[in-house]
Protein backbone atom coordinates (compact mmCIF):
# COMPACT_ATOMS: atom_id res chain seq x y z
CA UNK A 1 0.00 0.00 0.00
CA UNK A 2 1.56 3.33 -0.98
CA UNK A 3 2.05 5.99 2.07
CA UNK A 4 0.41 8.89 1.95
CA UNK A 5 2.85 11.90 3.78
CA UNK A 6 1.84 14.03 6.00
CA UNK A 7 1.76 16.86 3.45
CA UNK A 8 -0.17 15.08 0.99
CA UNK A 9 -3.19 14.57 3.45
CA UNK A 10 -2.87 18.12 4.49
CA UNK A 11 -3.02 19.41 0.87
CA UNK A 12 -5.76 17.12 0.43
CA UNK A 13 -7.94 18.44 3.29
CA UNK A 14 -6.82 21.88 2.19
CA UNK A 15 -8.34 21.13 -1.25
CA UNK A 16 -12.08 20.00 0.26
CA UNK A 17 -11.96 22.45 2.74
CA UNK A 18 -11.88 25.47 -0.04
CA UNK A 19 -14.16 23.26 -2.24
CA UNK A 20 -17.02 23.37 0.97
CA UNK A 21 -16.39 26.85 2.09
CA UNK A 22 -15.81 28.53 -0.57
CA UNK A 23 -12.57 31.30 0.63
CA UNK A 24 -10.10 29.43 2.24
CA UNK A 25 -7.10 32.24 4.25
CA UNK A 26 -3.51 31.65 4.69
CA UNK A 27 -3.83 32.18 8.85
CA UNK A 28 -7.14 30.27 9.44
CA UNK A 29 -5.54 27.03 7.38
CA UNK A 30 -2.42 27.52 9.28
CA UNK A 31 -4.25 27.54 12.79
CA UNK A 32 -6.05 24.51 11.89
CA UNK A 33 -2.90 22.37 10.53
CA UNK A 34 -0.57 23.60 13.25
CA UNK A 35 1.76 24.90 10.48
CA UNK A 36 3.45 28.18 9.46
CA UNK A 37 1.71 30.52 7.57
CA UNK A 38 5.22 29.91 5.19
CA UNK A 39 4.34 26.35 5.46
CA UNK A 40 0.70 26.96 4.38
CA UNK A 41 1.70 29.40 1.55
CA UNK A 42 4.09 26.64 -0.39
CA UNK A 43 0.97 24.12 -0.06
CA UNK A 44 -1.23 26.83 -2.08
CA UNK A 45 1.37 27.49 -4.49
CA UNK A 46 1.40 23.63 -5.28
CA UNK A 47 -2.31 23.26 -5.35
CA UNK A 48 -2.14 26.28 -8.12
CA UNK A 49 0.49 24.49 -10.23
CA UNK A 50 -1.33 21.78 -10.09
CA UNK A 51 -5.11 23.27 -10.58
CA UNK A 52 -5.84 21.99 -7.55
CA UNK A 53 -6.96 25.22 -6.10
CA UNK A 54 -7.03 29.52 -7.47
CA UNK A 55 -4.81 31.88 -5.94
CA UNK A 56 -6.26 34.80 -4.14
CA UNK A 57 -5.49 37.62 -1.86
CA UNK A 58 -4.39 35.97 1.58
CA UNK A 59 -4.99 32.63 0.24
CA UNK A 60 -7.33 30.25 -2.14
CA UNK A 61 -10.26 29.11 -3.61
CA UNK A 62 -11.77 25.80 -5.82
CA UNK A 63 -11.33 26.34 -9.09
CA UNK A 64 -14.31 28.29 -10.36
CA UNK A 65 -15.38 29.86 -7.33
CA UNK A 66 -13.95 33.59 -8.15
CA UNK A 67 -14.84 36.15 -5.07
CA UNK A 68 -13.81 39.43 -6.04
CA UNK A 69 -11.45 41.39 -3.32
CA UNK A 70 -11.79 44.99 -2.32
CA UNK A 71 -9.24 47.33 -3.45
CA UNK A 72 -8.20 47.84 0.62
CA UNK A 73 -7.61 44.08 0.40
CA UNK A 74 -5.02 44.28 -2.78
CA UNK A 75 -3.50 47.40 -1.51
CA UNK A 76 -0.66 45.28 -0.57
CA UNK A 77 -0.95 42.19 -2.93
CA UNK A 78 2.48 42.25 -5.09
CA UNK A 79 3.41 45.43 -3.54
CA UNK A 80 7.27 45.40 -5.21
CA UNK A 81 5.81 44.72 -8.72
CA UNK A 82 3.42 47.81 -8.68
CA UNK A 83 6.16 50.06 -7.57
CA UNK A 84 8.07 49.34 -9.94
CA UNK A 85 5.55 49.63 -12.70
CA UNK A 86 3.98 52.64 -11.32
CA UNK A 87 7.66 54.22 -11.30
CA UNK A 88 8.14 53.67 -14.76
CA UNK A 89 4.55 55.23 -15.88
CA UNK A 90 5.28 58.24 -13.94
CA UNK A 91 8.49 59.09 -15.47
CA UNK A 92 6.40 58.68 -18.63
CA UNK A 93 3.70 62.31 -17.54
CA UNK A 94 5.72 65.60 -19.55
CA UNK A 95 4.78 68.93 -18.24
CA UNK A 96 1.40 70.63 -19.67
CA UNK A 97 0.02 66.93 -20.60
CA UNK A 98 -3.58 65.95 -19.81
CA UNK A 99 -3.93 62.66 -18.39
CA UNK A 100 -6.66 60.02 -17.70
CA UNK A 101 -6.01 57.95 -14.54
CA UNK A 102 -8.37 54.53 -13.86
CA UNK A 103 -8.96 52.91 -10.79
CA UNK A 104 -6.96 49.81 -8.79
CA UNK A 105 -4.09 50.08 -6.57
CA UNK A 106 -1.37 50.11 -9.25
CA UNK A 107 -2.73 53.39 -11.11
CA UNK A 108 -3.23 54.77 -7.13
CA UNK A 109 0.93 54.28 -6.82
CA UNK A 110 1.24 56.22 -9.82
CA UNK A 111 -1.38 58.74 -8.88
CA UNK A 112 1.56 59.14 -5.59
CA UNK A 113 4.67 59.51 -7.43
CA UNK A 114 3.27 62.05 -10.16
CA UNK A 115 5.71 64.09 -10.07
CA UNK A 116 5.48 68.05 -9.63
CA UNK A 117 4.74 69.51 -13.52
CA UNK A 118 4.09 72.66 -14.77
CA UNK A 119 0.67 72.81 -16.24
CA UNK A 120 -0.06 68.96 -15.68
CA UNK A 121 -4.18 67.93 -15.74
CA UNK A 122 -5.56 64.84 -14.31
CA UNK A 123 -8.92 63.37 -14.68
CA UNK A 124 -9.74 60.60 -13.07
CA UNK A 125 -13.45 58.70 -11.51
CA UNK A 126 -10.80 56.81 -8.91
CA UNK A 127 -11.75 57.56 -5.22
CA UNK A 128 -7.96 57.00 -3.88
CA UNK A 129 -6.58 59.48 -6.96
CA UNK A 130 -8.61 62.01 -5.90
CA UNK A 131 -7.82 61.95 -2.65
CA UNK A 132 -3.99 61.52 -3.10
CA UNK A 133 -4.25 64.41 -5.81
CA UNK A 134 -6.63 66.46 -4.07
CA UNK A 135 -3.90 68.87 -1.93
CA UNK A 136 -1.59 69.31 -4.74
CA UNK A 137 -1.88 72.84 -5.82
CA UNK A 138 0.47 72.64 -8.46
CA UNK A 139 -2.06 70.48 -11.06
CA UNK A 140 -5.30 70.69 -12.34
CA UNK A 141 -7.34 67.74 -10.82
CA UNK A 142 -11.10 67.07 -12.27
CA UNK A 143 -13.34 64.36 -11.38
CA UNK A 144 -15.42 62.05 -13.35
CA UNK A 145 -18.47 61.69 -11.30
CA UNK A 146 -21.24 58.68 -11.66
CA UNK A 147 -22.05 55.36 -9.64
CA UNK A 148 -19.87 54.34 -6.77
CA UNK A 149 -18.47 51.30 -7.34
CA UNK A 150 -17.61 50.19 -3.54
CA UNK A 151 -15.41 46.90 -4.17
CA UNK A 152 -12.84 49.51 -6.45
CA UNK A 153 -13.48 52.78 -4.76
CA UNK A 154 -14.34 54.21 -8.54
CA UNK A 155 -16.99 55.69 -10.10
CA UNK A 156 -18.82 53.74 -13.15
CA UNK A 157 -22.31 54.20 -15.16
CA UNK A 158 -23.73 56.53 -17.63
CA UNK A 159 -22.62 59.73 -15.71
CA UNK A 160 -19.34 58.65 -16.34
CA UNK A 161 -19.23 58.26 -19.38
CA UNK A 162 -20.89 61.23 -20.20
CA UNK A 163 -18.48 62.90 -19.04
CA UNK A 164 -15.56 61.58 -20.58
CA UNK A 165 -17.54 62.28 -24.24
CA UNK A 166 -16.34 65.63 -23.57
CA UNK A 167 -12.47 65.15 -22.87
CA UNK A 168 -9.63 63.96 -24.56
CA UNK A 169 -6.08 62.91 -22.88
CA UNK A 170 -2.60 62.93 -24.00
CA UNK A 171 -2.18 59.13 -21.81
CA UNK A 172 -3.85 56.72 -20.23
CA UNK A 173 -3.11 54.33 -16.97
CA UNK A 174 -5.36 51.56 -17.07
CA UNK A 175 -5.85 48.73 -14.17
CA UNK A 176 -6.96 45.75 -14.85
CA UNK A 177 -7.91 41.72 -13.03
CA UNK A 178 -6.53 40.19 -15.76
CA UNK A 179 -4.81 40.14 -19.39
CA UNK A 180 -5.53 38.02 -21.79
CA UNK A 181 -2.92 36.44 -24.14
CA UNK A 182 -4.90 38.05 -27.04
CA UNK A 183 -5.07 41.82 -25.35
CA UNK A 184 -8.47 41.41 -24.13
CA UNK A 185 -8.69 42.98 -19.94
CA UNK A 186 -10.98 41.50 -17.40
CA UNK A 187 -13.23 43.27 -15.27
CA UNK A 188 -15.93 42.02 -12.43
CA UNK A 189 -18.69 43.48 -14.63
CA UNK A 190 -19.70 45.13 -17.29
CA UNK A 191 -19.48 48.74 -16.47
CA UNK A 192 -16.00 48.52 -15.95
CA UNK A 193 -14.97 46.90 -19.33
CA UNK A 194 -17.37 49.39 -20.98
CA UNK A 195 -15.39 52.35 -19.26
CA UNK A 196 -11.99 51.31 -20.21
CA UNK A 197 -12.91 51.46 -23.80
CA UNK A 198 -14.50 54.70 -23.75
CA UNK A 199 -11.56 55.80 -21.90
CA UNK A 200 -8.96 54.36 -24.78
CA UNK A 201 -11.02 55.78 -27.41
CA UNK A 202 -10.69 59.03 -25.67
CA UNK A 203 -6.49 59.13 -25.59
CA UNK A 204 -3.44 59.21 -27.56
CA UNK A 205 -1.09 56.70 -25.67
CA UNK A 206 -2.61 54.01 -23.84
CA UNK A 207 -0.63 52.02 -21.20
CA UNK A 208 -1.97 48.69 -19.40
CA UNK A 209 -0.40 48.81 -15.40
CA UNK A 210 -0.50 44.73 -14.74
CA UNK A 211 1.63 43.01 -12.53
CA UNK A 212 3.27 39.80 -13.64
CA UNK A 213 0.54 37.90 -11.72
CA UNK A 214 -2.21 39.38 -13.11
CA UNK A 215 -1.09 37.77 -16.87
CA UNK A 216 -3.20 34.90 -18.43
CA UNK A 217 -5.78 35.60 -15.60
CA UNK A 218 -9.17 34.90 -15.71
CA UNK A 219 -10.85 35.60 -12.63
CA UNK A 220 -14.51 37.28 -14.13
CA UNK A 221 -16.18 36.68 -16.96
CA UNK A 222 -16.08 40.53 -18.15
CA UNK A 223 -13.43 41.62 -21.05
CA UNK A 224 -12.81 44.70 -21.94
CA UNK A 225 -11.50 45.00 -26.14
CA UNK A 226 -8.74 47.79 -26.45
CA UNK A 227 -8.69 48.48 -30.38
CA UNK A 228 -6.36 51.26 -30.34
CA UNK A 229 -2.96 51.26 -29.85
CA UNK A 230 -1.86 50.07 -26.47
CA UNK A 231 1.27 49.29 -24.33
CA UNK A 232 1.96 46.52 -21.92
CA UNK A 233 3.85 47.92 -18.48
CA UNK A 234 4.52 44.29 -16.54
CA UNK A 235 7.18 43.10 -13.90
CA UNK A 236 10.57 41.07 -14.85
CA UNK A 237 7.82 37.60 -13.36
CA UNK A 238 6.10 37.54 -16.40
CA UNK A 239 6.17 33.98 -18.04
CA UNK A 240 8.02 34.29 -21.53
CA UNK A 241 5.45 32.25 -22.91
CA UNK A 242 2.31 34.82 -21.98
CA UNK A 243 4.54 37.34 -23.44
CA UNK A 244 5.60 36.15 -26.81
CA UNK A 245 1.86 35.30 -27.68
CA UNK A 246 1.17 38.79 -26.10
CA UNK A 247 3.58 40.48 -28.45
CA UNK A 248 2.13 38.31 -31.69
CA UNK A 249 -0.62 40.91 -31.04
CA UNK A 250 1.05 43.42 -32.39
CA UNK A 251 0.93 45.42 -28.99
CA UNK A 252 3.92 47.15 -27.18
CA UNK A 253 5.47 45.34 -24.22
CA UNK A 254 7.58 47.14 -20.95
CA UNK A 255 9.18 45.11 -18.15
CA UNK A 256 10.26 46.39 -15.25
CA UNK A 257 12.49 44.49 -12.66
CA UNK A 258 11.37 44.24 -9.27
CA UNK A 259 13.78 45.47 -7.02
CA UNK A 260 14.04 42.87 -4.49
CA UNK A 261 13.84 40.06 -6.42
CA UNK A 262 16.82 41.53 -8.34
CA UNK A 263 18.57 42.06 -5.19
CA UNK A 264 18.08 38.21 -4.36
Known sequence: MMMVSKAERRRGEIVARASEMGLASV???????????????????????????????????????HVETSLLQREHESFDAKAAIAGWAAEQVRPGESILLDAGSTVALLARRLPALEGLAVTTASVPVISLLRTRPELALTCLGGRLRDL???????????????????????????????????????????????????SRRIYVLAHSAKLGHAPFHSWARIDEPWTLVTDDGADPEFLDAFRRTGRDVVIRPVAQRAEA
Not at 33 to 45: E, H, K, M, P, Y
Not at 165 to 193: I, K, W, Y
Open 27 to 65: DDLAARFGVTASTIRRDLAQLSRSGQLARTYGGAIAPGE
Open 152 to 202: SAAFVGPLTELALERLTFDRLFLGTDGVGADGSLCEAEPDQTRLKELMARR
